[in-house]
């Protein structure tokens, strides 16, 4: 879905930004601008700042940034458009559709309120099973059984479905409404020709509501009082739940999850109910499914930290190796991603009634990393004592080395896995990228060996095919002409869109609030992004046509490719995501260097800005040591 940017921006000029955190954040008047406690980073004093007049907040602890639209974004995970219609529909506005013949805008309108009725039918649900739950002594002593209080069951909206075939047509008077089969709310069964017949899907269960990160119910998970089976049951895919995509307790986990600085992925409901319970509130879980890229993505939107907590048994091996699978496309450089296996007969709850929460967080703080967890995983069944084992080692390890983005992780990872094979780097890279072998002893034209030991490449031929830069050798001494720093932040984006991905989300904010054309070109990139994924500059370029910011483009790309970097953006793999951290990092000093400024002219009236001016000093003191060379 493409939306103008002229909406975009009449939308950001009715909306209030302080009425828009004002309803996740308690603010409090404080001169000019609103203050009140970063929602992004546990914090004791106030500093986080939304100012009425510029409709921008701004946090001068952990340097979160931006407008209403990424305010939604970052707090409550939603992408751009999903951010976009929210606040359009708070204001009564119409999202206009580009590229969309009447047919088209007329189908998505009746999927819209299709599933805006599939939400409030398993809202209605959801309701008469809280109600049911405190009128069952035996429900209620199940989940105090479990260690669980009234507070965390109200919190996580649970509920007990009773047992018996019909008891939602208690709720819905229309039992035949086929909104309770599409919700899957209900069972239709023909057996041997006779009448249908329909009944309630969840008898007689513990019910876990499922959410998504705007807090509507879009599904159900139930658990069994006793040891019937199947112990959970999972409501059915349907147009507004889909198990691929979502996590239980991601909505209530939130916030949470942005103080502790992690998030914790379980393998059931209950561990994230009992991890809240027991002050693990940052805990949420997959929808008896294995963990997907796409679940990943989702829990990236609101942390650079996930911790996998698994049983330590064979099946919590293959579900670890799975998660591993959905991880490594979103394993960045400035991402963690743990693996953390406990001992086979416990699960978290189990292990931190056991041995306390110390215990855990120390366990936590332990688990193992991606780069060690992806070497083991490859290494199974492999006997490294024999060269036949190391060369299965290199097979097994070779698709789950290419998934990994381009970056330092990757390329310390190809040494790491040369160094379990018995093998140089480069030799692995040969081996990988199926180049023909060498006659023993030879060495690569220009390349040195000491000792046995690799010196350095001499040129470009000795990398991996997919590390080269296909810009011709005869252009990789041409000169831009002199840029900006957001010219040269824009030049690489729009070559490499993939970097977006990397970038933090303050910095998708403070290139979005740079002045037009810069501004409006990043707004536009990130809607492209959200809505398309990566494209080349191909695409792109066919898609600015019209746009106020095309020619600015147009120009910073005729440069670019006229100096000989067509799409690669300098060719050795993570050089080009390393000089946009840079980038950043420089735009970042400018920015905080502002700041201070303004810090400093506030600081005779306002006393909170002595504290707001040495925050911003730390951490121009921290932004700048990180660009010292070692």
């Known amino acids: 879905m493409a939306i103008p940017q002229s909406f975009i921006t009449e939308l950001l000029s009715r909306v209030d930004v302080v009425e828009v955190v004002g309803r996740y954040v308690q603010l409090k008047k404080g001169g000019a ?47 751009f458009v999903e951010a976009v219609k929210e606040l359009a529909g708070q204001i009564g506005l119409q999202v206009p559709e580009e590229e969309r013949s009447p047919q088209e805008r007329e189908r998505a309108a009746a999927e819209r309120q299709k599933q805006a009725t599939l939400t409030d039918v398993l809202e209605k649900a959801g309701e008469a099973w809280r109600k049911q739950l405190k009128g069952s002594p035996r429900a209620v002593a199940y989940l105090k059984g479990r260690g669980l209080s009234g ?25 035949d409404d086929p909104l309770l089969l599409e919700s899957g709310l209900v069972i239709v069964a023909t057996e041997d020709g006779s009448e249908a017949r329909r009944y309630d899907r969840f008898r007689d269960r513990i019910m876990f509501p499922i959410r998504n990160v705007k807090g509507e119910c879009i599904g159900f998970g139930g658990r069994v009082l006793g040891d019937e089976k199947p112990k959970y049951l999972n409501s059915p895919e349907t147009p507004v739940f889909h198990k691929g995509r979502e996590l239980y307790g991601l909505f ?20 994230v109910v009992a991890l809240a319970q027991l002050g693990f509130p940052n805990a949420v879980a997959t929808l008896g499914t294995a963990c997907t890229p796409e679940h990943v993505q989702k829990l990236f939107r609101f942390t650079d930290s996930v911790v996998f907590s698994f049983d330590g048994d064979a099946a919590g091996r293959r579900a670890a190796r799975k998660a591993l699978d959905g991880a490594l496309p979103h394993a960045t450089d400035v991402r963690t991603v743990k693996f953390l296996f406990l001992p086979a007969e416990h699960d978290p709850d189990s292990f931190i009634r056991e041995f306390g929460n110390d215990a855990f967080a120390r366990c936590v703080s332990e688990a193992v990393p991606l780069s060690r967890f992806l070497i083991e995983a490859a290494s199974e069944g492999c006997d490294l004592a024999t060269a036949e084992g190391r060369a299965h080692l290199a097979s097994n390890a070779k698709p789950l080395w290419n998934a990994l983005p381009e970056g330092a992780l990757k390329r310390q990872l190809l040494g790491d896995i040369a160094e379990q094979v018995q093998l140089h780097a480069r030799e ?44 011709p050798r005869s252009n990789l001494g ?3 002409r002199p840029a900006s720093r957001a010219d040269h932040a824009a030049r690489l984006l729009l070559s490499r869109m993939d970097l977006w991905d990397a970038l933090t989300a303050e910095d998708h904010a403070m290139l979005c609030e740079l002045p037009p054309p810069h501004g409006t070109l990043f707004v536009w990139l990130d809607h492209q992004f959200h809505d398309q994924g990566a494209l080349p500059w191909g695409q792109l370029r066919d898609q600015l046509a019209g746009r106020d910011f095309e020619a600015k483009a147009q120009e910073l790309m005729g440069d670019y490719l006229g100096a000989g970097f067509a799409g690669t953006a300098g060719g050795e793999p993570g050089e080009a995501s390393r000089e946009l951290r840079g980038l950043m990092n420089l735009l970042l000093i400018d920015r905080i260097a502002r700041l201070e400024k303004e810090a400093v002219a506030q600081a005779s009236n306002d006393p909170a800005a002595l504290d707001r001016l040495r925050a911003l000093h ?8 990180a660009r010292q060379p070692d």
Not at 46 to 74: E, R
């Open 618 to 625: 730390e951490r121009r003191r921290i932004l700048s040591a």
């Open 428 to 471: 692995l890279s040969d081996v990988w990228s199926d180049k023909p072998a060498r006659a023993p002893g030879a060495v690569r034209p220009g390349r040195k060996y000491q000792n046995d030991s690799y010196q350095g490449p001499s040129d470009d031929g000795d990398w991996p095919k997919s590390f080269k830069s296909t810009a």
């Open 33 to 79: 601008n609103f203050m009140g406690l970063c929602p992004f980073h546990g914090e004791k004093s106030p500093s986080f700042s939304v100012s009425p007049t510029k409709q921008f907040y701004h946090c001068f602890g952990c340097g979160k940034n931006g407008n209403a639209i990424s305010f939604l974004m970052d707090h409550a995970g939603m992408n």
């Open 151 to 175: 507070e965390i069951a109200r919190r996580f909206g649970l509920g007990y479905a009773p047992d018996g075939w019909h008891g939602l047509a208690s709720v819905f008077p229309a039992y």
């Open 478 to 480: 041409a000169r831009l």
């Open 252 to 271: 209530e986990a939130r916030q949470a999850l942005r103080e502790a600085g992690y998030v914790l992925v379980t393998e059931g409901y209950m561990d």
